[in-house]
């Protein structure tokens, strides 16, 4: 295995430090992503599960450079927020697949991001 060493900022660290033992698997999932935009015919890759479009959606969010005011205001959209409700009902009434299962886990662990992302925007701009 290789290992790379890059320099980012203090705060992007201290934002990505409760994912750390995830970054291979989500760099993976974004030049996935990436590859999946450039190709004209997307390759089906049946041993990996789709990236959620929330997933999707807070990195175009990210990749922009918010302003803490911005991050401060972010929403998923109304469809994301329909199927987390989606996913959660569900979980209530029945057993989830593991597809659902680690979808609903994506959500929780944006969700954990974003709640952290937010609270060091409040001490920006405080």
């Not at 803490?68 to 929403?75: G, H, S, Y």
């Not at 996913?87 to 709640?115: F, G, P």
């Amino acid at each position: 295995m290789a290992e790379l060493t890059i320099q980012i900022p203090d705060d992007l660290a201290q934002r990505l430090e409760p994912l750390q033992n995830r970054l291979p698997e989500l760099l993976r999932r974004v030049l996935d992503i990436e590859n999946m935009q450039i190709t004209a015919q997307p390759k089906i890759k049946t041993e990996t599960i789709d990236i959620p479009a929330v997933y999707q959606e807070v990195l175009e969010f990210l990749i922009k450079r918010p302003t803490p005011e911005e991050i401060l205001a972010f929403k998923v959209s109304l469809q994301a927020q329909n199927q987390l409700q989606a996913l959660l009902e569900k979980n209530r009434s029945t057993t989830l697949s593991v597809i659902e299962l680690a979808e609903l886990d994506v959500y929780e662990q944006l969700e954990h991001l974003m709640i952290l992302l937010k609270a060091q925007a409040l001490k920006a701009i405080a």
